[in-house]
């Protein structure tokens, strides 16, 4: 394991990171995928960024699901690291296929003091056993523990969007696949496409630590969400959709000859 000289500072991070999770008052992430971006979260006074995979990808000319090689997706967290002063958190879907310590290992390196690691195939969508993701949440916290970074892990549970059975099932199941991470070492747990009230509201009472809701469309209002006892609140490829659909429609005006900018 590579010995990191600013092992303090990143350590530092994460725990500062990690106290932004409170239940009832969430940690608000407008995900970003360029220096730029990052550096407007940070400005609008955001005290953390992080990552998302799906965005990131499509800027780097990849799609979602692992299809963005290890070094550039790293390359990209560490050029957004370099950007701002705040703690950022790096979407790295499965962890690329790489071992628990050299995951941890490029993490520090690209300056990431956290992680979103998911519960199901990318390439199949297929949920991965949760006990096998168990264990590889265990040996990720260990590979940590024993390195001094502190990372925050942010346990994405798929249930929602890979899961069978009925609404009630997907619910057990996100219980019990979010209980057996927070005992593995996570500190988060991300029950993706959870957002209706009653089903968010038992997630965060039951599931025995921090929860992560996604907000989209449809989603209860983020101070709605603070009062169902959710801890953090993150917006994926969202912000870079609506941006590039924003682009498109200057773009579309430009090509009729039309003055592209919005009137103040």
């Known amino acids: ?153 942010n346990a994405r549970v798929d249930t929602f969007i890979h899961g069978s059975g009925t609404p009630g099932e997907r619910l057990a199941e996100a219980l019990d696949r979010g209980g057996r991470y927070l005992t593995a070492g996570a500190d988060c747990v991300y029950p993706i496409f959870a957002g209706d009230p009653e089903v968010v509201a038992t997630l965060a009472r039951e599931i025995g630590g921090p929860i992560n809701v996604l907000f989209r469309p449809g989603v209860p209002a983020i101070r709605d969400l603070a009062a169902l006892g959710v801890a953090r609140v993150s917006f994926g490829p969202g912000v870079h959709r609506a941006t590039q659909a924003f682009t498109a429609r200057m773009l579309d005006a430009i090509a009729r000859g039309d003055d592209p900018f919005p009137s103040a």
């Open 1 to 153: 394991m590579t010995e990191f000289h600013d092992k303090p500072a990143i350590y530092e991070k994460a725990a500062a990171l990690r106290a932004l999770h409170v239940p009832g008052d969430p940690l608000v992430l407008p995900n970003a995928w360029d220096a730029a971006s990052a550096r407007a979260v940070e400005a609008a006074g955001f005290p953390a960024v992080a990552t998302g995979s799906a965005s990131v990808a499509a800027v780097l000319g990849y799609e979602d699901g692992q299809d963005t090689p290890a070094d550039e997706m790293f390359a990209a967290v560490a050029r957004i690291s370099r950007a701002v002063a705040v703690p950022v958190t790096a979407d790295v879907e499965r962890g690329y296929g790489l071992k628990p310590a050299e995951l941890v290992e490029r993490l520090a390196a690209a300056g990431a003091v956290g992680c979103n690691l998911e519960d199901s195939d990318p390439a199949t969508g297929a949920l991965i056993d949760a006990a096998e993701q168990a264990d590889f949440l265990a040996a990720v916290r260990a590979a940590a523990d024993e390195a001094g970074t502190g990372l925050v892990i």
